[in-house]
């Protein structure tokens, strides 16, 4: 891999790593993603206050290039050296074989020529003045994304930001569960790693089952990077439900005291 093409990765995932949320560590993790194109995905750290709950950065750029559909990533860079474990999951995710060619860096083996990093993925959806009804229809619009080999089980969420995009997520698995992401929190990661924290509204789909709710995990972290944000819960045929996440998960953990 030239130096050159290294080097911009690595500053591609630093400047990244300044969209981190992290009140409890103070450490900010960035990583990206770099697609056959020269196109690219971030990610960044996103702590909770349930410390389980951590969003690497890795998971989340590997979450937004699933959800844009693009399994053709050609190399990764993070912000921390990148541990075998995580190029494990990457490798078990896109199904490559990778080269761990230095500490902070992954390539796909066959890959090179890499491109060069060129232009970052632009996820956002342009529908302005949407009402309840129709944020319902989109989330279940972004659910058909959704990489669900293990349960089969698609969800979509949408969040609109301040200034009238929305942000997509939908549920990304990985044969160990534990290491994947629900649509809500694809939703909130992305977000952060583009920089929006500024949100109206939030709307969540289960087109397989029109009376799901978010899930615990994902209460507990709308608690913490949405709190009092109205939530639309799709209910099919019916009517959308209208709640948030303070009504989701009432008294739930706010962790001042361990915020670094």
Do not use: K
Not at 56 to 80: E, F, H, M, N, S
Not at 214 to 237: M, N, S, T, W, Y
Request: charged share 20%.
């Amino acid at each position: 891999m030239p130096d050159a093409a290294l080097d911009a990765l690595l500053d591609l995932a630093a400047e990244a790593a300044r969209n981190a949320y992290v009140p409890y560590t103070r450490r900010p993790e960035g990583a990206v993603l770099l697609l056959s194109d020269g196109s690219w995905a971030p990610g960044v750290r996103i702590e909770n206050a349930a410390f389980p709950l951590l969003i690497a950065p890795l998971t989340a750029a590997a979450a937004l290039a699933r959800l844009q559909g693009r399994t053709d990533v050609a190399a990764a860079a993070q912000t921390r050296p990148i541990s075998e474990a995580e190029c494990d999951v990457l490798a078990s995710d896109f199904g490559i074989v990778w080269e761990h060619i230095a500490p902070h860096a992954l390539v796909a083996s066959g890959a090179r020529p890499l491109p060069s990093p060129s232009r970052r993925l632009d996820p956002f959806l342009a529908a302005p003045d949407l009402d309840d009804e129709a944020a319902a229809a989109l989330a279940a619009q972004v659910a058909r994304r959704a990489y669900v080999p293990e349960s089969g089980f698609p969800v979509g969420c949408v969040i609109e930001t301040a200034d009238g995009r929305w942000v997509p997520g939908c549920n990304v698995e990985h044969t160990d569960w534990t290491r994947g992401l629900c649509a809500e929190r694809v939703a909130l990661a992305l977000a952060r790693a583009y920089g929006a924290t500024d949100f109206r509204r939030i709307a969540v789909s289960c087109p397989l089952d029109p009376s799901g709710t978010p899930c615990g995990a994902c209460r507990q972290v709308l608690a913490e990077l949405a709190p009092g944000i109205p939530v639309v819960l799709d209910r099919g045929a019916y009517p959308p439900e209208v709640t948030t996440a303070d009504q989701l998960l009432p008294g739930a953990f706010r962790g001042d005291r361990l915020r670094a």
